[in-house]
């Protein structure tokens, strides 16, 4: 069966630090994993996936995520945090017909 | 030209009223799906549906009811709303419904039953 685990409900970090948020996956065949994020009163909005090849994956507005089967994890970074960054972040891994199964998700709170 | 709309965007009613939300998607795509957001945010699939069919049907009341009359069109029917029903609803689609598909999001349906 597919899960996925969001470490931290709540990460605030200052406006031009590092934003580091934390996904670890479990999956019983290879994984599609996706980020997502949700401004509010919003829509979700794909940041960026892994389905196969480079396990570094650039996305939009700066976000990358690196793929480590070894560690089960997809966490996504940010060199470095504007307030407009400001929003809840979902990763999410597919299973049958697409079925998208989400973490609990993480609010990112920027300090200016 | 938004890719994937639904109506209303918000939605205020009586307990064991009876309710429909609508989704509409201009991407061309085959396949659409309807998710719960609740109270604390957590997503879960509901429904999905592949070129007018139904192809997953979670573990969801029997009140709840979805409608595709064309592949652009998705629509949830919900009867004698419960209090537990209080949710944002979001309707997505995706090119077909494999696992390496992106879901394209709707703004979402805010549900308060009252």
């Known amino acids: 069966a597919q899960s996925v685990t969001q470490l931290g409900s709540h990460v605030s970090v200052s406006e031009g630090a590092l934003v580091l948020l934390r996904c670890n996956y479990s999956?019983?065949?290879?994984?599609?994993l996706f980020w997502y994020v949700q401004y509010p009163n919003q829509g979700l909005q794909l940041l960026l996936k892994?389905?196969?090849?480079?396990?570094l994956v650039k996305g939009i507005n700066g976000f990358e995520a690196e793929f480590k089967k070894s560690e089960t994890s997809f966490h996504l970074t940010k060199p470095s945090a504007h307030m407009s960054d400001a929003a809840e972040y979902f990763c999410a891994v597919t299973y049958q017909g697409g079925k998208l199964i989400f973490g609990q998700g993480t609010e990112l709170s920027v300090k200016p | 030209d938004t890719a994937v709309s639904q109506t209303p965007k918000y939605l205020v009613t009586q307990m064991g009223n009876d309710k429909s939300i609508k989704c509409e998607q201009n991407?061309?795509?085959?396949?659409m799906y309807w998710y719960k957001q609740d109270s604390k945010k957590f997503l879960k699939i509901m429904f999905s549906?592949?070129?007018?069919?139904?192809?997953i049907n979670e573990t969801v009341p029997n009140r709840f009811s979805p409608k595709s009359p064309d592949k652009a069109h998705l629509n949830l029917h919900i009867n004698s709303l419960e209090l537990g029903d209080s949710a944002v609803y979001f309707c997505?689609?995706?090119?077909?419904?494999?696992?390496?598909?992106?879901?394209?999001f709707g703004p979402g349906t805010r549900l308060l039953v009252l």
């Open positions: 999956s019983s065949v290879p994984p599609y």
């Open positions: 991407l061309g795509h085959d396949t």
């Open positions: 892994y389905t196969t090849g480079a396990t």
């Open positions: 997505a689609s995706s090119q077909l419904p494999g696992r390496q598909e992106t879901q394209y």
């Open positions: 549906y592949n070129n007018k069919e139904l192809i």
